[in-house]
């Protein structure tokens, strides 16, 4: 059969029914009383359309409206939580019975290529064949790190170890292959990337985020939605992106996921709005809205958020869809909806488009209850069916929404796993290498120990293949341990490991063990960090590293042999009462599939590690300040005797990394040292390999204000580059700065730059530049 032929036959079917079904007529302007509410009217010519889907929506009754809006996930849908065979009844109830418009997610496990084909097909089948208009569903899942849910794919480093390559062109190529693996499973919608802003270290998706600088996340960001959209939606090879969680998810108060955000007006525009300003510019499709609430407000019931901001700000137009079960939520959890229908009006008048409901069918029958009393204008409901309809028209469903077997071939290329290998590698960052203990020598004998060394949840964490990303029997023969590489790399008799792929087995703390096992190696590589974690799961009351870990790293110290410590970890948890223990500390962050394999290429100098820190690695636990600190958190250098400390002394740094070659920078010049509104300043420095091996290197130029009338930041981020350099190679790197690259937000809440003086740097070369109005 020919399956290419039913949609546009359907159209033809929904042309002629425009005349003759009944839906309720949108009256332009009206508004109908209903309780203590009032319909909004919102003209749903503020959105072009075509004239396709013009027809569709003429065509459709309220309750086709409805169901456009309404997202379910494949749990309703499948037999049983053990198979992947679709019942029938079940589906026929949520597309003909209650014309569910969208379907997300997995059941338990990554499918196969072959599985997602045999699940699409039979849904859009029913969508298609069955129901009077035959509008397909729009499909979506979440591939955070490549297509994590089609099984056997290959994984990428999380998005704070792409920041930390410091690498939007391996950003955006990680975009590209994870877009043509998923469109290859038929999926054509993918819920990323997180331009959440990683500024509140004890959060569970701190790994998902690209770090502490809008900056680095607004570039790492708008990249990705470039390499996942590339050059339009209806491509064999690209997916939808969906630009997320709109907006200030990421900073709880205590940082357990889904809990309150404190933020002032100035702080949200100047840090969490632009890097979804970026998205939007760079043609972000969809918007996933925060699960959370900023002071006392949900997002989700935000008429502010949600439509002065994001639509009428920020001018975007595609469709805004809830997280998992947020709507019912401004009830249960937020409880400001006296009941779940409230909630359901909330959200809709708020500027939500379709509801992940996703358990149930209650959004669908109390959204429409809620059109037929009038107390939600069909006018209103036209609005978000018309941007949804635009969605599937873009993504070329209306044409063909079938999975092409063709396709198959885009899944599993050997050249993904080479990406993925030098993602990882680019991302290692070598924190500290006390005595150039590191590159090992490949003779070595190594103790390799801790719960990190033998785990691949460790490396890979959420998103990988399951939710949690905690079942090991998930991952393909091609994911290794770091054991098993570090084996692979110098052979099996020169490593000596007793660990265990479960992160909390007794065996890998075991001190004895591990004194013994020192006695006849010449390094002991140390792997601690976090198991794997997703979400609230991964909330934790303390950035310390655990009890077990701290004391199996003091037996290290004791063997009197050289202690490389290796992190895999999504965020910094505080390891200072052992960092004086070790001779190095590798930071791998969540490196994937290939992590291992960099890992040891790093340790044992076959690669020069170029990866810098995308936040600032805190000393202590209760002291979390970030590089763009104000120049008030130093209070206590200016008064040592205030507080007998330093005011900001992190661990490490944002921006710090070390190679195995050494790097100098010089001649930095700024063309003008006055300069207006109208004026482009061109930055150069000059940066050469002074070392004996080949590196690349981080150039990163920073700003600062000198006065201002809002408190200056010490420093803000405002270009980075890498550069490959040759043993004695000097590179020249130019910048381009315009007045609004300098700008902060006010105390008006407006964007401004200021006269004054500003110190333009780079590594420890300063220029200073003055900008007149």
């Known amino acids: 059969m020919n399956k290419t032929k039913s949609i546009p036959f359907a159209l033809a079917v929904a042309l002629a029914l425009q005349f003759c079904a009944s839906p309720k007529p949108a009256a332009d302007g009206i508004t109908t009383a209903a309780t203590e509410t009032t319909a909004t009217a919102i003209s749903p010519a503020s959105v072009a359309s075509s004239s396709r889907v013009d027809s569709l929506i003429a065509a459709m009754t309220i309750e086709e409206k409805v169901g456009q809006m309404t997202q379910v996930t494949i749990d309703l849908i499948l037999e049983d939580d053990e198979t992947t065979v679709v019942d029938m009844a079940k589906l026929r109830k949520a597309l003909i019975e209650k014309n569910v418009g969208s379907i997300l997610n997995v059941k338990g496990h990554a499918y196969t290529v072959d599985e997602w084909h045999k699940i699409l097909t039979t849904i ?16 979506g899942v979440d591939a955070i790190h490549g297509a994590n849910y089609i099984a056997g794919s290959t994984l990428f480093p999380h998005n704070i170890g792409t920041a930390a390559s410091r690498n939007p062109e391996m950003a955006r190529k990680i975009a590209e ?9 038929g999926i054509p919608w993918n819920f990323d990337p997180v331009l959440d802003i990683g500024r509140q270290p004890l959060w569970p998706r701190f790994e998902e985020t690209f770090g502490e600088d809008v900056y680095l996340v607004k570039t790492m960001g708008a990249a990705t939605i470039r390499g996942y959209e590339q050059d339009g939606l209806n491509q064999d090879h690209t997916v939808a992106s969906c630009m997320k969680h709109f907006l200030g998810y990421s900073l709880p108060a205590t940082g357990k996921d889904r809990t309150p955000s404190y933020i002032p007006e100035t702080m949200l525009r100047e840090y969490v709005l632009p890097p979804f300003r970026e998205a939007v510019e760079a043609g972000a499709a969809t918007v996933m809205i925060n699960s959370g609430e900023i002071n006392g407000v949900p997002v989700h019931g935000s008429k502010y958020y949600l439509t002065t901001i994001l639509r009428d700000e920020l001018g975007f137009e595609g469709v805004a869809v809830s997280d998992w079960e947020d709507v019912i939520r401004l009830h249960t959890r937020h409880r400001v909806a006296a009941t779940p229908k409230e909630a359901v009006r909330m959200a809709v008048e708020a500027g939500l488009d379709m509801s992940m409901v996703p358990m149930d069918y209650s959004f669908y029958d109390l959204l429409v209850e809620l059109v037929k009393e009038g107390t939600i204008s069909e006018e209103r409901i036209d609005l978000s069916v018309r941007r ?9 469903l209306l044409d063909n929404p079938y999975p092409n077997a063709a396709l198959k071939s885009q899944v599993q290329k050997p050249e993904y796993d080479s990406v993925a290998y030098q993602a990882a590698l680019e991302s290692l960052t070598l924190l500290k290498n006390e005595g150039n203990v590191l590159p090992l020598k490949k003779g070595a004998r190594v103790l390799v120990a801790g719960p990190g060394a033998n785990s691949l949840g460790t490396l890979h964490s959420s998103w990988s293949y399951i939710w949690q990303g905690s079942d090991e029997s998930q991952y393909p023969d091609k994911a290794l341990t770091i054991v098993e590489a570090l ?14 792929g479960d992160f909390g087995a007794a065996a890998n703390y075991n001190v004895a063990q591990l004194k013994k096992d020192a006695q006849n190696v010449q390094a002991i590589i140390l792997c601690l960090g976090e198991k794997a974690y997703a979400e609230s799961p991964g909330v934790i009351d303390d950035l310390g590293l655990d009890a077990n870990q701290l004391t199996l790293a003091k037996a290290a110290k004791e063997t009197g042999k050289p202690v490389i410590l290796v992190l895999t970890q999504g965020r910094p948890r505080i390891i200072s009462s052992i960092e004086p223990d070790v001779k190095a500390v590798l930071l791998a962050y969540r490196p994937s599939t290939f992590g291992a394999p960099a890992i040891a290429d790093v340790l044992f100098g076959d690669h020069n590690p170029s990866g810098v820190l995308p936040f600032t690695y805190p000393r202590h636990a209760g002291d979390v300040v970030l590089y763009d600190h104000k120049g008030t958190e130093k209070i206590r250098e200016d008064q040592p005797n205030t507080y007998g400390d330093k005011g900001f002394n992190p661990q490490w740094t944002f921006g710090h990394g070390l190679s195995y070659t050494t790097f100098q920078f010089s001649d930095l010049k700024v063309n003008a040292t006055t300069f207006g509104a109208n004026d482009q300043l061109q930055v150069t420095v000059k940066v050469k390999n002074t070392g004996s091996r080949a590196g690349k290197k981080a150039v990163e130029l920073y700003s600062r204000d000198l006065y201002a009338s809002i408190t200056p930041s010490a420093s803000r981020l405002r270009a980075y580059t890498k550069v490959d350099l040759a043993p004695g190679e000097e590179k020249e790197v130019r910048f381009s700065l315009k007045p609004e690259d300098l700008a902060f937000v006010n105390e008006a809440g407006k964007w401004v730059t200021e006269p004054g003086d500003f110190d333009l740097m780079v590594g420890d070369l300063k220029v200073t530049t003055n900008y007149v109005q």
């Open 124 to 139: 859009q089948d029913v969508a298609t064949k069955e129901t009077r208009l035959g509008v397909p569903v729009v499909y």
């Open 177 to 185: 292959i994870t877009a043509a693996e998923v469109r290859a499973a």
């Open 388 to 396: 949804i309809l635009n969605f599937k028209e873009n993504l070329g």
């Open 487 to 500: 084996r692979k790399e110098l052979g099996a008799k020169n490593v000596v490991s007793r660990s265990v």
